[in-house]
């Protein structure tokens, strides 16, 4: 299987959200906050845009051949669309799940670190294509460009299924996110590098 990647251009931003939500539909905080399929099928599309779809004007969305896996990450000083996902989770997610899914998201923010670095929202590869080495090729491509430039990069794992692949790519845990009945999400930061 090809494992070239490539840089998503904004001619790809369907296919790209179309893998992540296929991605992340056995994701445990996902659907945990999405428990229903309909629900789901509905926002994802939605969410991902918001969370990382900034990486596509800055260059930062990958993808391998045919759309097959992707990640989305923010350079420095870039964040996620905080009012889209606050407008989303208000409308799709159930009352009683709002104040952990909110207390989540201000958790998350705590773990964030202070000094510039790359963050990754998300990355998926599409299941009917998973266990390729896809999603380390994803890793391999940017995590070269963090190096070359001396950067940090951070991602918080919300599948811990996952974070083995993001320990061999050099990623350390920093300890949990927690929140009510929602899955724990796993911080996870790799130091810059030269």
């Known amino acids: 299987m ?12 369907d296919r790209v959200i179309q ?3 296929l991605g992340f539909a056995a994701d445990p905080v996902s659907r945990y906050v999405w ?14 845009p918001a969370f990382g779809g ?20 923010l350079l420095p000083g870039v964040e996620p669309d ?7 989770i208000g409308e799709t997610v159930e009352a009683e799940k ?5 207390a989540m998201f201000e958790e998350m923010e705590k773990y964030h670190p202070s000094e510039p670095c790359w963050y990754l929202p998300m990355i998926a590869a599409d299941p009917a294509h998973m266990g390729r080495g896809l999603g380390a090729a994803l890793m391999k491509h940017a995590l070269a460009r963090c190096d070359a430039d001396g950067m940090t990069a951070y991602l918080e ?3 811990p299924r996952n974070i083995s692949l993001y320990e061999r790519h050099g990623f ?4 949990e996110i927690r929140s009510g009945k929602i899955p724990v999400m796993t911080p996870m930061i790799r130091m810059a590098r030269r």
Do not use: C, H
């Open 2 to 13: 090809d494992q070239t990647v490539i840089t998503a251009k904004t001619a790809d931003r």
């Open 54 to 73: 900034r990486g596509f004007a800055d260059g930062t969305a990958f993808m391998t051949e045919g759309a097959r896996a992707a990640a989305l990450w």
């Open 35 to 48: 428990p229903e399929a309909d629900v789901y099928l509905a926002t994802m599309p939605k969410f991902a």
């Open 82 to 88: 905080g009012d889209a996902i606050e407008a989303l």
């Open 98 to 102: 709002i104040p952990d899914v909110a």
């Open 172 to 175: 350390e845990v920093m300890g």
């Open 157 to 159: 794992s919300s599948n």
């Open 19 to 21: 893998t992540i939500t």
